[in-house]
């Protein structure tokens, strides 16, 4: 799957949210989208982030993108309604989402977890998901076939000691996938997980300090899976939960 070409076309003209776009990962998935020309809608918290990758899109020559500033932390079932209808009104349709922005936490025992940092996480990662799609899906099933992408772990599938609070999220994420893809099926929009893998982002530097970023592939070197899962080649796919580098680290001499 990392070595998917995609066409040079494949999401031309099709709209795209990605949330978490101004960094590590989803930040690439922009400019990849862009590149394949997706009309890439930008959401995110840190404008400022936002507004780089937005000129990144256009200094390499993708179609105009546009910026959501949104924090998913203190976001309201309104907000996202009201992002649906602006999105129908200035696109006209959704051909698919990267559920991507997350949030780590505090890693450590599940003894210590506190009451408002389980919360946070669960804000964030799984129940801004939840309000979203919600919100999205009249829109998405009305520019059928549409594609959503949500993001897993490796802890998402396998639980693992002093990941806590994010591991029980991306539990979580696997789990609503599923039940939309079932429920979803036959209306044209599919549900699907990709798991990253170890990448070499700001988050995966907090949560491993000591090791040494080399060692691990750039968001770019992950893109394969991401376009393949957004594009019409995976129309068949639903319900699935892929990883992006099943051999986890980069090979030498990368
Ligand atoms: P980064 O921390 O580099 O980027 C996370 C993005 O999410 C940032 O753009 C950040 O915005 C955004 N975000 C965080 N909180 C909020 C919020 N409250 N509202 C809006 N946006 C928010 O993480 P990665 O790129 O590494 O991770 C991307 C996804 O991949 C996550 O879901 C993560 O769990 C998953 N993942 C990553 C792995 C890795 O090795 N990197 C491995 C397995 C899974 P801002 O910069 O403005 O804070």
Redesign the pocket.
């Known amino acids: 799957m990392l070595d998917y070409q995609a066409a040079p076309d494949l999401l031309k003209d099709k709209v795209i949210l990605i949330?978490?776009?101004?960094?590590?990962?989803?930040r690439q998935a922009a400019l990849s989208y862009g590149a394949h020309g997706a009309i890439v809608i930008l959401l995110?918290?840190?404008v400022k982030?936002l507004e780089a990758v937005y000129d990144e899109l256009l200094a390499q020559g993708s179609p105009e993108p546009a910026i959501v500033p949104?924090?998913?932390?203190g976001a309201s079932r309104q907000h996202y309604l009201d992002m649906a209808e602006t999105l129908r009104q200035q696109f006209g349709r959704l051909d698919g989402v990267l559920f991507?922005?997350?949030?780590l936490g505090v890693l450590g025992p599940f003894e210590m977890i506190g009451e408002d940092e389980w919360d946070k996480v669960m804000q964030?990662n799984v129940k801004s998901q939840f309000l979203m799609t919600q919100a999205l899906l009249p829109l998405l099933k009305a520019s059928a076939p549409a594609s959503l992408v949500y993001?897993s772990?490796?802890v998402g599938k396998q639980g693992r000691a002093y990941w806590g609070s994010y591991a029980v999220s991306k539990f979580a994420t696997e789990g609503m996938m599923q039940i939309l893809a079932q429920e979803l099926a036959g209306t044209g929009v599919r549900a699907n997980c990709i798991?990253?893998?170890?990448?070499r982002?700001?988050?995966?530097a907090r949560a491993y300090p000591g090791e040494d970023p080399a060692a691990l592939r750039t968001?770019a070197e992950i893109m394969g899976p991401y376009l393949y899962l957004m594009g019409d080649d995976s129309r068949a796919l639903n319900g699935e939960s892929l990883d992006a580098q099943p051999d986890r680290l980069r090979p030498r001499g990368h």
């Open positions: 949330t978490g776009a101004g960094d590590g990962i989803g995110g918290k840190t982030k949104l924090d998913l932390q991507n922005a997350g949030l964030v993001t772990s490796g798991n990253p893998g170890a990448t982002t700001g988050m995966r968001p």
